[in-house]
């Protein structure tokens, strides 16, 4: 194998990234069968619980894709940051537009649609990856539909899928009161040295590059099982990062020791806090946070921190911020703030909302600006990165009803 169709090779092969076609292991088989029986008992949830990403995502694309055609299927694949973004992915899985829309609004919608569901016989399977990394109201939020479709039985039902941590979660933790209901989880253990042979083939198949013998040799696949475990993802990004050394040093054929090289770059690389393709680690990153200053009248200054997500402002008794005004639209303004910061949208609002004296449809938050909608005004505040400015607000924001 020449250097050039070594560093060939790489191009298909991106760290994480799945095959054209799912990998089945046998094990991986029986656990598609498992929640085939759950679902066909009408179980109204299951859990499944892996190392890493790609096992349990191989065993449910296999599990969805074996579903009878006229269940409706919803699947989260990424965390959600709160109840609210999370009901409106669902409910724009199954086929509505959750724009601005409250918590209670998507509740209701969804509820009219498993209504749907369950009077034209039809089921429901609501499937959640990494749901370990939920935020808590998610997971009481799961928590709410599992133990409502014991009451209203309309057919639904939610699979949840993660890392050992999520069974911590069960135990003792949010998920808890479901634990019993869940039944016992089905575990995907890693790969054993064929399948870890097999799936590296199928990768390298699936790229179009050259066969598994002509780029390793066989002590070198035997060690790269062991040092990844048999995890799927871990073998892949293992993989990688040896015809990435490979390439870059100008060598035809990956060896055991040239594994052992490679592992020690991904743990140094790790240790540095640097990651592998889709794996950035975010915990311990904390953003500036963001908040709203404002005076209703008769009241005293009060503070709104925002939350990741949507805030929304106006006179119903819905609303995040609400001001009992009737120049004021029940559902007036939104604000949908995130780690890149806060956007205001102006809901079509009856007196229009304003930035600084400018009225405005759709608006990036800078701080220190101030938002006029009716008579109040309200002011966008982001804490100082050293915190010594906290408190430092002006109170001559005043209501003008």
């Known amino acids: 194998m020449s250097h050039e169709q070594l560093s060939t090779a790489l191009t298909d092969l991106e760290v994480g990234e799945d095959p054209a076609s799912t990998f089945l292991t046998d094990r991986y088989r029986d656990a598609v069968d498992a929640l085939s029986c759950a679902f066909n008992s009408s179980r109204r949830a299951a859990v499944v619980v892996g190392e890493g990403c790609l096992a349990s995502n191989y065993v449910m694309q296999s599990f969805i894709s074996g579903l009878p055609t006229d269940v409706a299927v919803a699947r989260i694949d990424e965390p959600c940051t709160d109840a609210t973004e999370f009901m409106g992915r669902i409910i724009d899985t199954v086929g509505f537009t959750p724009n601005n829309m409250s918590l209670e609004d998507l509740e209701g919608i969804f509820t009219m649609f498993l209504s749907f569901q369950k009077s034209h016989r039809r089921r429901t399977v609501l499937c959640i990856d ?5 935020d808590p109201w998610v997971l009481d939020k799961i928590c709410s539909l599992v133990e409502q479709e014991g009451e209203s039985h309309t057919g639904l039902m939610i699979v949840l899928s993660g890392q050992a941590e999520l069974k911590e979660i069960l135990r003792e933790g949010p998920l808890s009161p479901i634990n019993t209901i869940v039944g016992n989880r089905v575990v995907l253990p890693g790969f054993t040295l064929a399948e870890t042979k097999q799936y590296i083939r199928q990768r390298l198949q699936t790229a179009g590059k050259a066969g598994l013998d002509q780029l390793f040799q066989y002590r070198a696949i035997t060690d790269l099982h062991e040092l990844s475990k048999g995890v799927p993802d871990d073998v892949s990004a293992l993989v990688n990062r040896c015809l990435e050394t490979a390439a870059a040093e100008g060598i035809d054929l990956v060896t055991a020791e040239l594994v052992h090289r490679a592992h020690e770059k991904r743990k140094a690389a790790a240790d540095s806090g640097e990651c592998d393709a889709n794996t950035v680690n975010m915990r311990g990153f904390r953003p500036r946070q963001g908040r709203l200053v404002f005076q209703i009248t008769g009241e005293d200054v009060r503070e709104l921190v925002l939350r990741r997500g949507h805030t ?15 120049t004021v639209s029940r559902r007036h303004a939104l604000i949908s703030y995130t780690a890149d ?23 990036e938050l800078q701080p220190g600006q101030t938002i006029e909608v009716g008579g109040t005004r309200i002011e966008y505040v982001v804490e100082a990165k050293d915190h010594d400015h906290d408190g430092e607000l002006a109170v001559s924001r005043h209501a003008r009803h």
């Open 130 to 134: 990494r749901a370990e990394e939920s």
């Open 312 to 326: 929304l402002i106006g006179r119903s008794t819905l609303c995040d911020l609400r001001i009992d005004s009737s």
């Open 341 to 363: 910061g806060a956007m205001l949208v102006d809901l079509n609002s009856t007196n229009g909302t304003y930035v600084d004296g400018e009225k405005i449809w759709r608006h």
